[in-house]
């Protein structure tokens, strides 16, 4: 049993019926079955949050869908963790890739000093990272 750090692309991707795949369920299946620790900084659960409302807003979802998916995330076993040193690590970071915001910063730099993979979704933070973290892991890529 490990630690694994998620990003909010890999959370909504298993919330959010339009954007799940056989994969993104088969991944999370395996978390939750394995028993892994989940963490994410205190931004995650902001973002899905907010991205939930939006998608309502703008009525790619519906309301019961964005009440389930809502109710669903709350009951994950993904701890909030805030270490003192995040935001210094996440400013460190978004230097070192040259990023306009640190928002990906943060999901990078927890698991980096948790010493543990990053699971994301997000090609776009996965190419920008480009390799030079080896523990960030795309979703589909081995």
């Known amino acids: 049993m490990g630690r694994i750090c998620l990003d909010a ?12 795949t056989p994969e993104v369920g088969n991944i999370w299946d395996g978390l939750l079955r394995k028993g892994d620790e989940l963490l994410g900084p205190p ?24 009440e389930l998916a809502f109710s669903a995330f709350q009951l994950l076993p993904i701890e909030r963790a805030w270490p003192q040193e995040l935001h210094t690590k ?16 943060h999901y990078l730099a927890l698991a980096e000093i948790e010493g543990c993979e990053l699971w994301t979704a997000d090609r776009r933070l996965y190419n920008a990272v480009g390799g030079r973290m080896p523990w960030l892991k795309l979703v589909g890529e081995p």
């Open 43 to 66: 931004l995650l659960f902001i973002e899905v949050t907010s991205v939930l409302r939006e998608k309502l807003a703008q009525r790619q979802i519906t309301s019961q869908e964005a």
């Open 9 to 20: 692309s890999l959370v909504l991707a298993w919330l959010l019926p339009p954007e799940s």
């Open 90 to 105: 996440a400013w460190e970071i978004a230097k070192v890739l040259d990023q306009r915001k640190a928002y990906d910063a």
